[in-house]
Nanobody
Framework: QVQLVESGGGSVQAAGSLRLYCAAS????????MAWFRQAPGKEREGVAE????????YYTGSVKGRFTISQDDAKNTVSLQMHTLKPEDTAMYYC???????????????????WGQGTQVTVSA
């Protein structure tokens, strides 16, 4: 069993920055991949960034490349999402997710993710 707790959300003006945190507990092998997803009202859930915790390979959706950075702190069992140059369209509930190693895992495929946090709200005003 894996527990995920997000923090760090809030309200910021466009072009500002925020850092989200995901505190993870539970079996390490059950959280080989960790990712951030987001969902805005009336829109489908979208994968934002993913990290393979064994080796640190990362993957980003196109709209956040160059602005967002996902990273891990093994000592603190935390995955962070540093967000810069925020835009109003980044406004959403952000969720941390984790899953075990999967042979044919596609980056940011939400169907592969088994464990989810409760989410943290990010609001970007123009």
């Amino acid at each position: 069993q894996v527990q995920l707790v997000e923090s760090g959300g809030g309200s910021v003006q466009a072009a500002g920055s925020l850092r989200l945190y995901c505190a993870a507990s539970g079996a390490t092998n059950a959280r080989r991949y960790m990712a951030w997803f987001r969902q805005a009202p009336g829109k489908e859930r979208e994968g934002v960034a993913e990290i393979d915790t064994s080796g640190g390979t990362t993957y980003y959706t196109g709209s956040v490349k160059g602005r967002f950075t996902i990273s891990q702190d093994d000592a603190k069992n935390t995955v962070s999402l540093q967000m810069h140059t925020l835009k109003p369209e980044d406004t959403a509930m952000y969720y941390c997710a984790a899953t075990k190693w999967i042979l044919y895992h596609s980056p940011l495929d939400s169907n592969d993710y088994r464990y989810w946090g409760q989410g943290t709200q990010v609001t970007v005003s123009a």
